[in-house]
Nanobody
C-alpha cells in the first residue's frame, strides 16, 4: 500500500485549499482512510476519516463545517477540501490507510500502518 499526499502550501486566513492523496496497492473495500495533521510540538491528530466498507465518516470538531473528505475510487485519490482556514490549521497533513480499522478507532493514528509523506499547510494572516 502506498500513499502520496500533495497540495497545501501557503494559504491566507479565510482561504481554501485542497489536499490530494494518491493511493495504490489496495482494493477499496474494508479500508479506512484518514487525514491527520501534526503541528510543531503537538501530537498527530485525526482530522477526517472514512471507512470504505461502511461509509462511516469522522470529522474532528475543528474540521466540521469547514473540511470535506471525499474519495474518487476511479482515480485512486482521496481529497480533503478545506475552506475558511484559520492559523490553527497550520500543520503537516498526512493521509493514512489501513484495513480492518474499527470505526470507533478511525480517528486514532495508531490504527494505521500505511502513511503518505505529509504535506505542509501554512495559514497566514
Amino acid at each position: 500500500v502506498q500513499l502520496q499526499a500533495s497540495g497545501g502550501g501557503l494559504v491566507q486566513v479565510g482561504g481554501s485549499t485542497r489536499l490530494s492523496c494518491a493511493v495504490s496497492g489496495f482494493t477499496w473495500d474494508d479500508y479506512a482512510i484518514g487525514w491527520f495533521r501534526q503541528a510543531p510540538g503537538e501530537e498527530r491528530e485525526g482530522v477526517a476519516c472514512i471507512s470504505t466498507e461502511s461509509g462511516s465518516t469522522f470529522y474532528d470538531d475543528s474540521a466540521k463545517g469547514r473540511f470535506t473528505m471525499s474519495v474518487d475510487s476511479a482515480k485512486n485519490t482521496v481529497y480533503l477540501q478545506m475552506k475558511n482556514l484559520k492559523p490553527e490549521d497550520t500543520a503537516v497533513y498526512y493521509c493514512a490507510a489501513d484495513r480492518g480499522v474499527i470505526t470507533s478507532t478511525m480517528r486514532d493514528s495508531r490504527a494505521y500502518n500505511y502513511w503518505g509523506q505529509g504535506t505542509q499547510v501554512t495559514v497566514s494572516s
